[in-house]
Structure formats: structure tokens, C-alpha cells
């Protein structure tokens, strides 16, 4: 196949040197143009002979052009190699092989001898003419000027147009019919003028058959060259319309064949040599002639101005029949080749009889041709395909020749200046060619195979899209084998050949050679449909048709329509494309982790997701027309390509290293968008069983996940340590009067923010998991803060002074020394507290509180924080495989509770601390006025009025440093203590309290100055709050009110397991009896209770 392109290329090569030549020597770039002896215009000059650098030179210096001397150098430089001018001078060629040719002289070459200019003799056995010989003189004189060539115009818009109308064979290249060579040589130029010969004929069958005369000839100007001068301006009118009819249409087909190729001599010579032959055969159409026989017999070599051209002439025909009727025929033979050898016999005589005399030559080659014309007829009149002896001339339908011829014509379909568009008389050159299809035994099923050959292979040079549509549309129109008769089925599989492949030599049917080109060519486009359409898939949807149409047909002539479906091709196509895509970037991002800093991987990821995003936007939807599922195919296949590249780095990733954080994003994106190709074809709700069954997850964000959590930990470890100092380091000032909170929660939520920033900056794949994590760790961040806070606390039995010991009521003083020994030990107890307790001033025990209030205010911002910034991180980093988890939602839904621990911790710490303030306040900075003398000796000698003041100024100290928020619950706590002292004093006064039943209206009016000293007219605690806490005490107050008979009559009562009807306990009860002024009680307390005698 690389063979049969190199000779394609070259034969394109020698057409454009053609026209590039007629074009110079036609034009007025040459002022004088001195023809060789014998020829009488350019038509009889064979310009493949001509040189072109000695046309060039004499156009550029304006020197006269002796075509003869054109002619001689031309040949001359056969002897020698090509070579360039453009080179350093000291690269030289050698035309012998150099291993055989031995060592090199040893001595130098002698020196060369000065050239004396002399006449240049025209070497005849290079260029002879045939006609009578002529004065030398005379021959040198006949000058060729522009006036008698034709008048062309010179404009370089025009040579500009005509290079750019030939388009090299690029794409086209590996595109070639799967057919042999012909064994005798015939090139694609032969084809062509023998396909116009056929033209001619069944023109000439249909009346359409007018031999110009030579003055028309001289007249009419070139229509390639016309068209060059008139394409720039198509309103321009032509001074020679086009002929109609047959006649017209043939001279558009002879134009568009290449003109240069068939002169106008030669087509002179053509239509005569045809309608000679018609001579004496009555009945006989020009089609059922043997054309190149009867042009054999009918053109004689005088007609030609140079021998070359006459032979070369005179070969193609005799090739031509030798390939229709010998090596080709439509009918086998049945002697064993006796005629073949009978038949090139006479080929022979015929090429040698131009070795003898003219005379016997000329008698040689008549008698050769009279056998021959024996044989050839004997040969082409054989029935074939049904038809009757005689009535078809079977000399060009044999397989591939016909195949061949049919193709050339086919060629006349596009516009000579535009080889991407049709003709505007395509549908005539097609109606026409209808006429040859006998001749070269075509059907409408080889007609569209061939025609959608054409149509694509001149796609393939010119790139024209629109050229694909015609091919798709004839494609269409080739019947499937049960559409064709039984005949047509038949001859096709009879349509085969024998060539050469990689895999040696095989048979390929008709259809194989025809269509398997094509398809390898689309084949090799589609399989790298990335490479090869990167600019843009405007012919991808064309191309992939043609594919696939191609395919159905060859694999139903092949029998393998049922094994082998259309998305098997689809996902050869995807799976080739992606693989060498994605090793191109491979090696891309490879060049570019060397030169720069970022990761391989990183690179690659990102590529990928391009090239998948491409993939998916722009080809997709092409490849899904044929196979629904291509897009996931695409997908799983570039997933799996950067997973076998991921993989390694995945399973050495130990900790959060800059590569990790760089290379994890970017693979946990791709596989995202992987899963969402995939889920826009499946659906979510079948993505997980796809999953399952064909990929193989990646796993990053649980591998990122594990490396998350462990960066936490170490986290979590440093700031608990760091809290724990700060907290020991506080020494509960104020940072200022506006901020009355201490320093340290200050200096917690500035790292603990730091480190809630770090974990939304890492840009890694994470889930809810790893949230819930830095939460707790967080919340019990929280926790140990709250515990140094209130640690420090003394216990509220240290405050409290211990209860006196229970005496009963007796004027006389005693016991004096039991009660001394008790205030002892009281003594030694209070001065191994007194220090630490003295340390916790009221002021900075609000500072405490305040700062408490200040951490879980922040609490809550941090929470809704925390949140906020993770519902935008999953927003930007949406999950198809799990777009919102359990956890996630639970998280969510809970927004609130994520630190409710420390939060219950913190409110628990805050209570604490208000009722220890309470205590610390009545208990311990009021012991002396409050617990001590409230009440001694008399009621009405040491009433609670007289501690108002003091009271008050503890209020007016806790309100100048406590959070207003707070203020309530720091007073409540002061409330419910001095409600506890005065239940203290009543229940466990001591020795030093009696009472009396008239202390109890007295006792009455304290706690109602009390009550009303908390509320300050609305200013200060909420009524019901304080009534609710006064409520417990009035029970006991009343009971000062009663008889002593009734209580004790109540309190034997509930010692015998009965109820108070006061509401009373015993303790209580007793402890009434025990302060009561009276000997009955003390009598009955004696007795029942062996309580001692107090001292008065």
C-alpha cells in the first residue's frame, strides 16, 4: 500500500509540473517560443520532456526559449541525481554505490578543459519527427510568437489561484483502492485518457460525436486557462460559451480530466480515429467497438509530430488490451492460455517492428494487426452476463479494470479551480456516464460504491465537509445484499482479486477494495478522534457515519452482521482515542514536573478533567447516537487510565505533605466529575451498582480522611496543652472596663481559630467524619477551659460555718467550757481556708463569670462559623457519590448541638460560681453582721433592717463588674444565700437565739424588707422569681407563731410516722422547740430527746 501511495504521489507531482508548464509556456511570461523541428504548436510537444529550470531561466532573463534545447537538457539530467542549489556547498550525491566502488584515487583529477561554445544538434532519437525533412535554416527561423499561441493573461493572482487549487496529498496519502497493480505498467494517466476514449465512443453511440476543425481549434481558448482568468469575477461572460448537449459535455469532461493530459490534438485525432472506424460496419454502435484496436488500425504514426509520443501512445493501447482481454477478462479462457501467449506474441512483433526500416515497419506492424484483430474480436465477443454473441464488445469489464476506467470518469465530477465542489454539471456527467456502464460492465451497485470512493477520497484531499454528506448519502444507497437480485449477488462475489497486505496475500471482494480503504482511513481518524479533531468535531458526525456504514456493509458481506454490533466499533474507538490522549498528556505533564514545581499527578489530574469535560461536551453527544452508553464508556476508561497512575501515590501517602495536599483535590474532583458523566447517563439511583461492578473507586476521601484525623489529633494535643497554661497563667483582672472577661479565653479562641481556619483551608477531600472529630476535640478543648476556671473554687462547706451544737432553752449559764473547745475548733479550721478564700474576691469571681459568659457567647459564633463555612465547602465540592451522607445531614439538622456539652459545662460553671458568690458573700464577707449577730439575744434588738447597707453595697460592687446578661443570675445567687443565712439563724443560731411567739410578726417584716430590697421597685430581680424563692422560708417563719403544745403535739406526731399538719419535718420542728423561750418545750426536749441545757 506505501508503494502504490509513493507512485499516486508522484503521478500528482508530474500533473501539477504539467500545468505549471502550459501555464508558462501558453502565457505571455515568454516572449518568443522556438518549437522543435516538426512540431507545429505546443499540443505536439510531450512537456514532460521539457526542463523545467531551462524554462525558468529564460523567463527570468527574458531570453527566447528553444524548446528543442529544453528538450536535450531535460534528458541530459537523467544521467545524474537530483540535486539542490539551496545545500552547502560541500554535500555532494554519488551515482555509484560507494561499498563496491573501492578506495578513492589517490592522486588528483586532472584539470578540466575550457567549453567552447557550439551548435546544439536536436538529438532525434530523443525528439524525431515524421514529417519530410526540411531546410535546417528554415526550421531555425519557424519561430513561435505570442500571437500564435493562444492570448492568455498573466496575472499572479491567476498562477496564485491555480496553486492553491491543488491541494497536496496530505490525509490522503494512506488512502489507495485495495486493488493490484496492472502487471504491464499502466499508470492513473493511461486510465484517464483511455476513460475519455470510452467518453468519446458512446458520445459518438448517442450522436454527440463533432470533430473540431484545426482553425476552431487555433480560435478557441483554453478552458482551464478561461476559467483561470475568469474565476476572480463571475459576472464576467465567456466570448466562447460552452456547446450544448453531448458535445458540450464532453468537452467540460475532457477539461476537467486534466486537459493538459489529452490535447486537443490528440482528442482531434481520438473522435476521427472512432468515426473511421465506423466505416463499412452497418449496424455497428461506436460503443460495441474495441476502441483501442480500431485506434490502433485508424491513427497512423504520421500523425504524430514526435515519435515518443506515438509510441507511448501506441503502448497504452496495446496495455489496454492486454490488461481487458488477457490479464483481466471478463470471460476465462478455456485453451489454457494458448491465445495469451498467441496475443503478446503479437505485442511484441508490433513494439519491435519500430526497430526495422519505415517501410517494413509500417508493413509489420499492419500484418500484426490484422492477426491481432482475429484474436482480440474472437476474445471480446464471448457472451457474458446473459447478452448474445456480438452484441457487447467485452474488452474493458473485466475486474478491476472496469472498476478502474470507472473510477477515472468518475473524477469529471469536480470543478477544476475548486477540487472540493461539484460541477455545476454533475448531474449531466452522470446521466452520461450511465452510457458506459455496458461497456464496462458497471451496475448501480458498483456505481455508488465507486462514486462514494471518489466523493471521499477527494474529501480526504480538500477537506471539503460537504463532500461527506454526498458520501453518506450514496452509501446509503448501495443495497443490502437481500435488497440485490439473485444475478447482481452473483456477479459481485465475483468481483475479486488476489494483493498483497501485511499478513502476505489474500483475496478481497469487491466491496473490500473499495470500502476497507475507506474505512482504515476513518478508522485511524476515529481512533485518535482527539489528535485529529482538536479544533473541533464540525466532521466528526459525518465521518463516524461513514464508518459505521461501512462497517454494516463490510461485515454483512462478510456474514458478520449478528456476531459484531455498532457499539463494539463505538468502544474501539473510545478506548484507542483516550489511550492516546491520555498518554499524551502523560508525557506532557512528565516535561512539566521537570521544569516546574508542580506534582505530576496534579498536572495530570487537571488535564484529564479537561480532556474528559472536552470529551464530554463536544464528542459525546456525537458517539451516543450510535451507542447510548458512549459517554460512560469515555468516562470509566480515563478513570481507570489516572487510577493506575494515582494508585502508588495513594498508598505511600502517611501525612498531609504539600504533594498530598496538591495532588488529593485534584484527583477527588476528576473522579467526581467522572461519577457525574456517569450518573447523567445511568441515573443516581443506578450509579451505585455501576460502581460496584466496573470502577474502582479511588478511596481518596477516606485516605484523606485518615491523614485529616490524625493532623486533628495533633492539633487537639497542642491547644489542650496550650489552654491548660493559659488557664494556670490568668489571674482574673479585667482586660478593661468595656471588657470585663480575662485574658485567657481571649487567647483560646484566637488558636482555637486558627486551627478551625487551617482545617477549611486544607484543600483536601473530607467528610462530615472528620467534622464530628474536630468538634469533639474542640468541645473537650472547651471542657478542660471550664474546669481550670472553677477549679480553684473552694467548697461551699469551707464557707459555711459548722453547725452549733443542739441545746435546749435554760436561763442558767453552762457548758461554758464544751462551747469555748467548739469555737477552737472552728477556729483552727478557718484559718487553713482563710488565705485561699480571701484570694477569691468578689470582683474577680465575676470576672470568672464573665468570661464564661464570653466563651460560650463565642461559642456560638464559632458553631455557626463552623457550619457556614462547611456547608459552602460541600456546595463548591458537591459529592455525586454521596451527596449528602447521614452524618452530614445530622450534622446539619444539629447545627446547634455540636458543642452542647461544653455548653451544659459552661452554664453548670456559671451556676457554680453565682452560688458560690452567694455563699462566699453572706457566709464569709457578712459572717460577722449577718450569721453572728442577726437576731442575737433579742429580735427586736438586731433586726435585718440594719444590714441593708451592707447589702447594697455588695450589689452596687457584683453590678459595676458583671456582664449585664449575667447580673440576674449573680443576684439570684446572693438572694437564695442570705435566704439560706436566715434560715440558718432561725434553725442553728446557737445558744444566743431564743425566740419568742411575738418574734414571729418581727421575723415577718425582715423577710418582706428583704424581698422588696432584691425586687428595688422593678429594678432589680423579677418578682415571681423572688416570691418563689421566699416562699420556702415563710413555712418555717410562721412556725415561730404557734403554741409550744401545738408543736409539740405536731412533732410527736411525725416522730410516730404520722404527717405535720404545718408541712414540717422533725428536724425542723425540733429545731423551733430547741430556740423556743419556754420550759414546757424544754422539758419535752429533755425528755424525749436528751438535748443538753444551753448556756444563757
Not at 456477479?491 to 480503504?517: A, Q, R
Amino acid at each position: 500500500m506505501e508503494e502504490d501511495n509513493i507512485i499516486e504521489l508522484l503521478q500528482r507531482y508530474r500533473r501539477d509540473r504539467r500545468v505549471l508548464l502550459s501555464y508558462i509556456l501558453s502565457g505571455s511570461l515568454i516572449k518568443k517560443v522556438v518549437l522543435p523541428p516538426g512540431a507545429i504548436s505546443l499540443d505536439d510537444i510531450d512537456i514532460d520532456q521539457v526542463s523545467v529550470d531551462y524554462v525558468l531561466s529564460c523567463t527570468k532573463k527574458g531570453e527566447t526559449l528553444d524548446l528543442s534545447e529544453a528538450i536535450r537538457l531535460y534528458h541530459d539530467s537523467l544521467d545524474y541525481p537530483a540535486t539542490s542549489n539551496a545545500g552547502p556547498e560541500k554535500d555532494f550525491f554519488l551515482v555509484t554505490n560507494p561499498e563496491s566502488s573501492g578506495s578513492p584515487p589517490s592522486r588528483a583529477p586532472p584539470p578540466a578543459p575550457v567549453a567552447t561554445p557550439s551548435q546544439i544538434v536536436t538529438n532525434l532519437s530523443r525528439s524525431e519527427s515524421f514529417e519530410p525533412p526540411q531546410d535546417q535554416d528554415q526550421d531555425q527561423d519557424h519561430e513561435l510568437t505570442v500571437d500564435d499561441i493562444e492570448d492568455f493573461e498573466d496575472e499572479e493572482e491567476e498562477v496564485g489561484s491555480l496553486r492553491g487549487s491543488r491541494q497536496q496529498l496530505t490525509d490522503a496519502a494512506d488512502l489507495s483502492l485495495r486493488l493490484p497493480l496492472f502487471s504491464t505498467g499502466i499508470n492513473d494517466d493511461d486510465l484517464r485518457e483511455t476513460a475519455y476514449e470510452i467518453l468519446v465512443a458512446s458520445a459518438g453511440a448517442s450522436g454527440g460525436l463533432i470533430v473540431p476543425s484545426k482553425e476552431k481549434k487555433k480560435v478557441r481558448k483554453s478552458t482551464l486557462m478561461r476559467k483561470l482568468r475568469h474565476s476572480k469575477n463571475e459576472d464576467v461572460t465567456s466570448t466562447t460559451p460552452r456547446a450544448t448537449g453531448l458535445v458540450g459535455l464532453l468537452e467540460t469532461m475532457r477539461a476537467q480530466l486534466e486537459e493538459c493530459f489529452i490535447s486537443e490534438s490528440m482528442d482531434i485525432r481520438t473522435r476521427q480515429g472512432l468515426l473511421n472506424a465506423l466505416v463499412g460496419k452497418v449496424g455497428k454502435r461506436m460503443d460495441h467497438l474495441l476502441i483501442p484496436l480500431e485506434l490502433l488500425c485508424c491513427i497512423s504514426r504520421t500523425e504524430f509530430s514526435d515519435k515518443k509520443a506515438f509510441l507511448r501512445w501506441q503502448k497504452r493501447q496495446l496495455n489496454i488490451l492486454e490488461e481487458g482481454l488477457i490479464n483481466h477478462p471478463v470471460v476465462g479462457f478455456t485453451e489454457s492460455g494458448r491465445k495469451g501467449n498467441e496475443f503478446r506474441n503479437l505485442l511484441r512483433k508490433i513494439e519491435e517492428a519500430e526497430l526495422l526500416q519505415p517501410a517494413a515497419a509500417e508493413v509489420q506492424r499492419v500484418e500484426c494487426l490484422r492477426s491481432l484483430r482475429g484474436i482480440t474480436t474472437s476474445l471480446a465477443e464471448r457472451p457474458a452476463r446473459g447478452d448474445l454473441t456480438g452484441e457487447v464488445c467485452h474488452w474493458a469489464d473485466g475486474y478491476p479494470l472496469n472498476v478502474r476506467l470507472y473510477e477515472k470518469m468518475l473524477s469529471s465530477v469536480f470543478d477544476i479551480l475548486d477540487e472540493g465542489k461539484l460541477t455545476e454539471e454533475v448531474e449531466e456527467i452522470l446521466e452520461f456516464l450511465k452510457s458506459t456502464w455496458r461497456t464496462l460492465g458497471i451496475t448501480e451497485t458498483i456505481h455508488e460504491t465507486c462514486y462514494a470512493w471518489v466523493l471521499f477520497r477527494q474529501f480526504a484531499i480538500t477537506g471539503e465537509q460537504k463532500l461527506l454528506q454526498f458520501v453518506i448519502q450514496h452509501l446509503r444507497k448501495i443495497p443490502l445484499k437481500e435488497q440485490r437480485g439473485p444475478q447482481e449477488r452473483l456477479h459481485l462475489k465475483s468481483l475479486c482479486c488476489s494483493i498483497e497486505s501485511e499478513n502476505g496475500w489474500g483475496d478481497l471482494t469487491f466491496f473490500n477494495s473499495f470500502l476497507l480503504p475507506i474505512k482504515k482511513w476513518v478508522d485511524k481518524k476515529l481512533s485518535d478522534y482527539h489528535l485529529h479533531f482538536s479544533e473541533g468535531a464540525s466532521t466528526m458526525a459525518e465521518i463516524l457515519t461513514v464508518a459505521m456504514l461501512t462497517r454494516r456493509i463490510l461485515l454483512e458481506e462478510n456474514e458478520q452482521v449478528t456476531d459484531l454490533l455498532d457499539q463494539d466499533q463505538i468502544e474501539t474507538y473510545l478506548s484507542s482515542s483516550i489511550k492516546t490522549a491520555f498518554a499524551r498528556i502523560t508525557h506532557a505533564a512528565e516535561v512539566r514536573a521537570d521544569t516546574g514545581h508542580e506534582h505530576v499527578l496534579a498536572y495530570l489530574g487537571e488535564e484529564s478533567k479537561k480532556l474528559l469535560k472536552k470529551d464530554s461536551t463536544i464528542f459525546m453527544p456525537i458517539f451516543t447516537k450510535w451507542y447510548s452508553k458512549a459517554a460512560v464508556i469515555s468516562a470509566s476508561l480515563l478513570h481507570k487510565f489516572y487510577g493506575n497512575k494515582l494508585k502508588p501515590f495513594l498508598d505511600r501517602a502517611e501525612h498531609l505533605t504539600e504533594d498530598v495536599v496538591t495532588v488529593f483535590p485534584v484527583a477527588e474532583s476528576l473522579e467526581q466529575y467522572v461519577l457525574s458523566v456517569i450518573s447523567s447517563s445511568f441515573g443516581e439511583d443506578q450509579l451505585d451498582d455501576y460502581c460496584r461492578k466496573n470502577l474502582s473507586l479511588y478511596q481518596v476521601e477516606k485516605i484523606s480522611g485518615t491523614l485529616v484525623l490524625r493532623w486533628i489529633n495533633l492539633q487537639l494535643d497542642r491547644i489542650v496543652g496550650w489552654v491548660k497554661r493559659s488557664v494556670q497563667q490568668e489571674d482574673w483582672e479585667p482586660i478593661s472596663p468595656q471588657q470585663r472577661h480575662g485574658s485567657s479565653i481571649v487567647e483560646v479562641y484566637r488558636i482555637i481559630e486558627e486551627t478551625v481556619d487551617q482545617f477549611f483551608a486544607l484543600n483536601v477531600p473530607m467528610g462530615v467524619g472528620e467534622l464530628n472529630s474536630l468538634c469533639r476535640g474542640l468541645d473537650n478543648t472547651f471542657l478542660v477551659y471550664t474546669q481550670g476556671v472553677i477549679e480553684k473554687l473552694v467548697n461551699k462547706e469551707d464557707l459555711i460555718p459548722p453547725e452549733p451544737i443542739l441545746t435546749r432553752y435554760k436561763k442558767e449559764s453552762g457548758i461554758k467550757a464544751f462551747v469555748k473547745k467548739e469555737v477552737a475548733e472552728i477556729r483552727v479550721v478557718e484559718d487553713k481556708k482563710s488565705s485561699q478564700i480571701s484570694s477569691l474576691t468578689t470582683a474577680k469571681l465575676c470576672v470568672r463569670l464573665n468570661t464564661l459568659h464570653y466563651a460560650i457567647t463565642q461559642l456560638n459564633k464559632l458553631e455557626d462559623s463552623i457550619y457556614d463555612r462547611w456547608t459552602r465547602k460541600k456546595q463548591e465540592n458537591f459529592s455525586i457519590r454521596h451527596p449528602m451522607s447521614d452524618k452530614s445531614r445530622s450534622f446539619n439538622s444539629n447545627q446547634k448541638n455540636a458543642f452542647e456539652r461544653s455548653r451544659k459545662e459552661i452554664n453548670a460553671a456559671i451556676d457554680k460560681i453565682c452560688e458560690f458568690s452567694g455563699t462566699k458573700v453572706i457566709f464569709w464577707d457578712l459572717r460577722e453582721p449577718y450569721i453572728s449577730n442577726l437576731y442575737k439575744n433579742s429580735v427586736s434588738q438586731a433586726r435585718l433592717e440594719a444590714l441593708i447597707d451592707a447589702f447594697d453595697s455588695v450589689l452596687n460592687q457584683l453590678c459595676d463588674v458583671i456582664f449585664e446578661p449575667l447580673r440576674d443570675r449573680v443576684v439570684t445567687g446572693l438572694l437564695q444565700a442570705s435566704l439560706d443565712g436566715l434560715l440558718r439563724v432561725i434553725l442553728d443560731g446557737g445558744p444566743s437565739r431564743v425566740f419568742f411567739l411575738s418574734d414571729a410578726k418581727l421575723i415577718e417584716d425582715d423577710l418582706e424588707i428583704l424581698k422588696e430590697f432584691f425586687i428595688s421597685g422593678g429594678d432589680g430581680l423579677p418578682r415571681g422569681t423572688v416570691e418563689n424563692l421566699v416562699a420556702r422560708i415563710r413555712p418555717v417563719i410562721s412556725l415561730l407563731g404557734y403554741e409550744t403544745r401545738v408543736l409539740i403535739d405536731d412533732l410527736r406526731d411525725v416522730t410516730q410516722g404520722g404527717r405535720s399538719k404545718f408541712g414540717a419535718d422533725t428536724k425542723t420542728l425540733l429545731r423551733i422547740l430547741c430556740h423556743r423561750s419556754d420550759s414546757e418545750a424544754s422539758q419535752f426536749l429533755k425528755k424525749q430527746f436528751k438535748i443538753p441545757k444551753s448556756s444563757s
